[in-house]
C-alpha cells in the first residue's frame, strides 16, 4: 500500500513566517501529488497539484510546491504567512482508480 | 468543480444504532468515494461507490459494516452500523475531477456514545 508521511504535525508560527511542510511518498512509480488544506469549519480544498513537468508547483494564496523526484517528497511552502492561513494541510498521492493516499496532515496556527 | 452536499452534517448517536449519511453531487459522475478521518488521523478511504455495481471497499472495512448505496449517478448513501464509541469520526464523500483531483464534500461528524 501507498504511504505518505508528514512531519510536525502541530506547526506554530507568527505572521509573516515563512512556511514549509515536508511531504514524502513511498510509491516508486509516476506520480500524481495533491496538497488539499482544510480551514477550521471548512471542507477540504485543493491547494495545488503536481502531475508532470516543471517540478516547482504554485498553487493558491501565494502557496508553491516542489517535487523532488529522487528524495521522494512534495514540499509545500509559503514565504510569508498571514493569520488566514491557520488550518489544516494534507499531503496525498495518487495511486491508481482515482484513489488518493493521505497522510496524517500538518495542523498549522498562524499567531497575529 | 463539483459541489458535493452531504447529510448530516453532524449526529450524535447511541451505541447499537445505525446511521446513514447522503451525499448529493451537482453532476453525474461514475465514481464517489466514501472517507473516513478519524480524530488526528489522516483520511482514510471506506470503498469506491459504483452506480449499478456492488461498492468495493478497501482493506479492514466490510459491507455489513458500512453498506452502501449508489441508486444512480448523483446520488449515495454509506451506512455506518451497529456503532460503537469506535466509529466516532468524519465521513466524507469525495468525486474525482477531470484532472486526477477529489472533491470532497463537508463531511459529517459523527459522535457515538
Known amino acids: 500500500a501507498q504511504s505518505v508521511s508528514q512531519h510536525n504535525h502541530h506547526v506554530i508560527l507568527s505572521e509573516a513566517a515563512s512556511l514549509e511542510l515536508g511531504c514524502n511518498y513511498s510509491?516508486?512509480?509516476?506520480?500524481?501529488l495533491f496538497w488539499y488544506v482544510q480551514y477550521p469549519g471548512q471542507h477540504l480544498q485543493l491547494l495545488l497539484k503536481?502531475?508532470?513537468?516543471?517540478?516547482l508547483v504554485k498553487g493558491i494564496k501565494g502557496f508553491e510546491a516542489e517535487f523532488i523526484k529522487s528524495k521522494f517528497s512534495f514540499n509545500l511552502r509559503k514565504p510569508s504567512v498571514q493569520w488566514s492561513d491557520t488550518a489544516e494541510y494534507f499531503c496525498?498521492?495518487?495511486?491508481?482508480?482515482?484513489?488518493?493516499?493521505f497522510g496524517k496532515g500538518n495542523q498549522v496556527v498562524v499567531i497575529p | 468543480s463539483a459541489v458535493i452536499s452531504q447529510k448530516p452534517s453532524r449526529d450524535i448517536c447511541q451505541r447499537g444504532t445505525s446511521l446513514t449519511i447522503q451525499c448529493q453531487v451537482d453532476?453525474?459522475?461514475?465514481?464517489m468515494f466514501w472517507y473516513r478521518q478519524q480524530p488526528g488521523q489522516s483520511l482514510t478511504l471506506i470503498a469506491t461507490?459504483?452506480?449499478?455495481?456492488?461498492?468495493?471497499?478497501e482493506s479492514g472495512f466490510v459491507i455489513d459494516k458500512f453498506p452502501i448505496s449508489r441508486p444512480n449517478l448523483t446520488f449515495s448513501t454509506l451506512t455506518v452500523s451497529n456503532m460503537s464509541p469506535e466509529d466516532s469520526s468524519i465521513y466524507l464523500c469525495?468525486?474525482?475531477?477531470?484532472?486526477?483531483?477529489?472533491?470532497f464534500g463537508e463531511g459529517s461528524r459523527l459522535t457515538v456514545l
Open positions: 469525495s468525486v474525482p475531477g477531470a484532472a486526477g483531483e477529489l472533491f
Open positions: 510509491y516508486g512509480g509516476t506520480v500524481n
Open positions: 503536481y502531475f508532470s513537468g516543471d517540478p
Open positions: 496525498a498521492v495518487f495511486y491508481g482508480n482515482n484513489r488518493l493516499a
Open positions: 453532476s453525474q459522475v461514475t465514481m
Open positions: 461507490a459504483n452506480q449499478g455495481s456492488e461498492a468495493t471497499y
